[in-house]
């Protein structure tokens, strides 16, 4: 059971509008500590998608954003294309556990 | 174009040991914190060792502390992560990671796998 909650499944229609929760806790986000998020396409390793909460790495759309509130985390996914079907992690630390923290991943399928 | 190439993964026996490797180019490797992210399909992503540019900060996750050690050779572009007393939980994808900004991972290798078994 991962630290940060991430919910499995997620899905949505071409061209439609989703958005992806991260659920931490006053120990990690809540804490003021950043929330990444990572895209894993089947048999790749992940890649930096957003950091810093939402700030976008040179080469990401600008369909791909972030915000941070509280104890959570969101990543928001404008205009769904196919080839956005992917596993999405969030990332943060957790300052009782003295350590990097992923979520479980939510597992997105375009309809 | 930026690249981590990690070597090292293979089958070995409960108890038995593995050293990883993971070979930097494109970027520069001296100014980036490293680490090793394992990848499982029970426990997902698991970050379990990092290392800061100078090599003289380390840190390790609870479950493998005091059997596995992670450095860093600056002149070679290389990280590394010996690991001993191997169990059969320790059976995972291996990606070496690294990012200009601690505890981001701007990039990662394609991963190593380690199998633990008898």
């Known amino acids: 059971q991962s630290v940060l909650a991430q919910p499995p499944s997620v899905s949505g229609a071409p061209g439609q509008s989703v958005i992806l929760s991260c659920t931490g806790s006053?120990?990690?986000?809540?804490?003021?500590?950043?929330v990444h998020w990572y895209r894993q396409l089947p048999q790749t390793a992940p890649k930096l998608l957003l950091y810093?909460?939402?700030f976008r790495p040179s080469g990401v759309p600008e369909r791909f954003s972030g915000s941070k509130s509280a104890t959570s985390a969101s990543l928001a996914i404008t205009g769904l294309q196919s080839d956005d079907e992917a596993d999405y992690f969030c990332?943060?630390?957790?300052?009782?556990?003295?350590?990097?923290?992923f979520g479980g991943g939510t597992k997105l399928t375009v309809l | 174009q930026v690249q981590l190439v990690e070597s090292g993964g293979g089958l070995v026996k409960p108890g038995g040991s593995l050293r990883l490797s993971c070979v930097a180019s494109?970027?520069?490797?001296?100014?980036?914190?490293m680490a090793w992210i394992r990848q499982t399909p029970g426990k997902g992503l698991e970050c379990i060792s990092y290392?800061?540019?100078?090599?003289?900060?380390?840190n390790y996750t609870d479950s493998v502390k005091g059997r596995f050690t992670i450095s860093r050779d600056n002149a070679k572009s290389t990280v590394y992560l010996q690991m001993t007393s191997l169990r059969v939980e320790d059976t995972a994808l291996y990606f070496c990671?690294?990012?200009?900004?601690?505890?981001?991972?701007?990039?990662w290798g394609q991963g190593a796998l380690v199998t633990v078994s008898t």
């Open positions: 006053s120990s990690n986000i809540g804490a003021g500590f950043d």
């Open positions: 810093g909460n939402k």
């Open positions: 494109g970027f520069s490797f001296n100014a980036h914190y």
């Open positions: 990332q943060s630390y957790d300052i009782n556990l003295n350590g990097v923290i």
């Open positions: 290392i800061n540019r100078s090599a003289n900060m380390t």
């Open positions: 990671a690294g990012g200009r900004e601690w505890l981001r991972f701007d990039y």
